[in-house]
């Protein structure tokens, strides 16, 4: 059976989820209380496929808070050798389609998959395989940075599941894909 694939990502009212340079300084000040679901939809994930960039990112944090979860790095450049010591043997690194890593993926018995990085998320979208988006829109304006969305070959209909307004003016809204 093919995994549920999913996207969460919080992005500006702008639509961009980083940076030009990577920074999440707008993202970081809002660390409140609230976890707006992440870590319930955390905990139903079994496999999370990340793009190198962001897993660059990460590992320049120092922190690694995917304990337990099968990690799939995609990239065409990085080996292994490349990769921390201390996180060898927490990720794989590989280089394959969207499309043949679904395949890989329902073959492998993962159920839901946590894709993650914006060139990534591009990619799955294009290749209509995002079965659901949540995203969390940040009260800031940036002007410019690293844009979630990008090229499509056609139109993704969406079915708006639910939006969630928290009081620190962050707006989520829940879509699944309509044919899915
Ligand atoms: N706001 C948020 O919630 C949020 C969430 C996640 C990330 N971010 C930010 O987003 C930024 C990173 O995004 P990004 O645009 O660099 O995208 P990304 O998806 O993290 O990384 C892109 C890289 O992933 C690799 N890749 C993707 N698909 C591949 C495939 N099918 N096969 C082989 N390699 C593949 C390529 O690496 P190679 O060049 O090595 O081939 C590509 O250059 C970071 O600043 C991060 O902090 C923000």
């Known amino acids: 059976m093919q995994p549920k694939i999913s996207v969460y990502i919080a992005t500006s009212l702008d639509g961009f989820i980083a940076r030009s340079d990577g920074g999440l300084d707008w993202l970081e000040h809002d660390s409140g209380k609230d976890d707006y679901g992440f870590y319930e939809f955390f905990g139903s994930v079994d496999t999370i496929v990340m793009g190198r960039g962001t897993f660059d990112f990460v590992v320049a944090s120092g922190q690694w808070p995917y304990a337990g979860k099968r990690m799939i790095i995609l990239s065409s450049t990085l080996t292994i050798s490349s990769v921390p010591e201390r996180l060898r043997g927490e990720v794989e690194i590989l280089s394959i ?43 800031v304006l940036l002007g410019s940075g690293i844009p979630l969305f990008g090229e499509l070959d056609s139109d993704i209909a969406l079915e708006h599941v639910e939006t969630r307004i928290f009081d620190s003016g962050l707006v989520q809204s829940k879509y699944r894909r309509r044919d899915s």
């Open 97 to 139: 389609e969207p499309g043949l890593l679904a395949e890989k993926l329902a073959g492998e018995g993962a159920t839901h998959v946590y894709v993650d990085g914006g060139i990534t998320i591009q990619r799955f979208l294009r290749a209509g395989l995002v079965d659901e988006l949540i995203l969390s829109r940040m009260p």
